[in-house]
């Protein structure tokens, strides 16, 4: 599955991707409000996240590494959208791009990987949070397709102040046919 353009390769990320990983997100949650992590990560208490992102199923780990330095250039993930079973087929995804590689469509190269990746999947749809005011952000997501939902106002504080989160959503037309109700049972 890795995808490579000119100098920047797409693939599964691996444990020994860890301590790059930690360190771009870490940069996220010192210098900015997009993620509402407020402590930064060691790789060893970052480990369980890594791990818990697979190379096939619905929750996947894509890393985006230059050629020729192999230094990684960012991340996307598809992870589970709530704990109880009938979510399931819902991921919440997200992308993270090292400052340097901003602006540069590893973003883009990131969501394409991610979204081919899950289309032998059993999802049926994918949601995305967004700390406002982020324009960068909502425009890779309605690029890829994404509609907006709603405002969750004020729902975060961090650096001394409330932020919003804009809810978007894409469906991923699961191709995976859907198993009838249980005889008996009402849909």
């Not at 919440?92 to 590689?101: D, L, N, P």
């Amino acid at each position: 599955m890795p995808q490579t353009t000119t100098d920047t390769e797409v693939r599964a990320g691996v444990e020994a991707d860890i301590g790059p990983l930690t360190d771009l997100y870490n940069h996220y949650i010192r210098e900015t409000a997009i993620t509402f992590d407020t402590v930064a990560l060691t790789p060893e208490n970052r480990l369980p996240w890594l791990r818990s992102h697979r190379e096939d199923g619905p929750h996947r780990l894509l890393v985006a590494q230059d050629v020729p330095s192999a230094r990684i250039l960012g991340y996307a993930t598809s992870s589970p959208f709530r704990p109880k079973a009938a979510y399931s087929t819902s991921v919440e995804v997200s992308v993270y791009c090292a400052a340097e590689a901003v602006g540069r469509g590893v973003g883009t190269l990131l969501y394409r990987s991610l979204f081919e990746a899950l289309e032998g999947e059993d999802v049926h749809r994918a949601y995305a949070g967004i700390t406002q005011p982020n324009e960068a952000s909502e425009r890779l997501h309605k690029r890829f397709g994404f509609q907006y939902l709603g405002t969750y106002g004020e729902v975060g504080r961090k650096f001394g102040r409330y932020w919003d989160v804009d809810w978007y959503e894409k469906n991923l037309d699961s191709p995976t046919p859907v198993a009838p109700p249980p005889p008996g049972t009402r849909p």
